[in-house]
């Protein structure tokens, strides 16, 4: 996971509570799983403190379940209030990302091109759990360049409540959001608008629809 110079401007704890987020996204912090504090801190070579403040943090965005006897636990997700979920992650996403459009630089859209490749490298290899985590990466780098900090804070309270593990199994599910994420890079790189939109919204509804299908039949 990414714990490199690029979040160089976070505080510890926000550093460590990004580590987190991915962690909890690309499932090696499984869903019902406990945080260990000190193993987390020994992973990524920090004091117990910001540990426990980035906890704290993930607590308020709903990733995070705090209880007095098992300690903090990954939340598990609503499946019954993904609908209401995905619409506004719609909604809220669509507004980061044309926010984001004029304002990504040569340098962030490098760094999305190299995950992009990333990205369809884990997909040929049916590396399912790279896959997750560089999705995450990809809309992070995104929707921080939109310098919304309020939008985003919402916007990781839906994903703590979107069930990507599960939409990640489906059949070449992770193959389609490749090309769905090339869509959405050449938009940006382009600046063009109408194209950003319709491939973000298709990106978002495209794997909850195929999970609803797959789920009822």
């Known amino acids: 996971m990414n714990m490199d110079g690029s979040l160089k401007h976070q505080t510890k704890e926000e550093r460590v509570a990004d580590f987190l987020r991915e962690g909890i996204i690309s499932g090696q912090f499984p869903?019902?799983?406990?945080?260990?504090?000190?193993?987390?801190?020994?992973m990524i070579g920090t004091s117990i403190t910001p540990v426990r403040?980035?906890?704290?943090?993930?607590?308020a965005e709903g990733f995070v379940l705090?209880?007095?006897?098992?300690?903090?636990?990954?939340a598990p997700f609503d499946i019954n209030a993904t609908e209401e979920i995905t619409d506004l992650r719609v909604t809220l996403e669509s507004k980061l990302g044309l926010k984001a459009l004029g304002r990504l630089t040569n340098r962030d859209l490098d760094a999305l091109r190299k995950m992009q490749d990333e990205f369809e490298a884990a997909s040929k290899a049916g590396d399912r759990d790279a896959v997750r985590a560089i999705n995450y990466r990809f809309h992070e780098t995104i929707y921080l360049a939109a310098d919304l900090p309020q939008t985003l804070r919402f916007v990781?309270?839906?994903?703590?409540?979107?069930?990507?593990?599960?939409?990640?199994?489906?059949?070449?599910?992770?193959?389609?959001?490749?090309?769905?994420?090339?869509?959405?890079?050449n938009a940006l790189i382009t600046r063009?608008?109408?194209?950003?939109?319709?491939?973000?919204?298709?990106h978002i509804r495209?794997?909850?629809?195929?999970?609803?299908a797959s789920y009822t039949e």
């Open 206 to 212: 495209a794997g909850w629809d195929e999970f609803k």
């Open 156 to 185: 990781r309270t839906l994903w703590a409540r979107y069930p990507f593990d599960l939409i990640n199994k489906l059949d070449h599910r992770i193959d389609r959001a490749s090309q769905e994420h090339r869509e959405m890079l």
């Open 192 to 202: 063009d608008e109408a194209a950003l939109l319709s491939s973000l919204r298709t």
């Open 66 to 74: 705090g209880n007095s006897h098992r300690g903090a636990v990954v």
């Open 31 to 42: 869903r019902g799983s406990k945080l260990k504090q000190a193993q987390i801190a020994e």
């Open 53 to 59: 403040e980035a906890i704290k943090l993930l607590e």
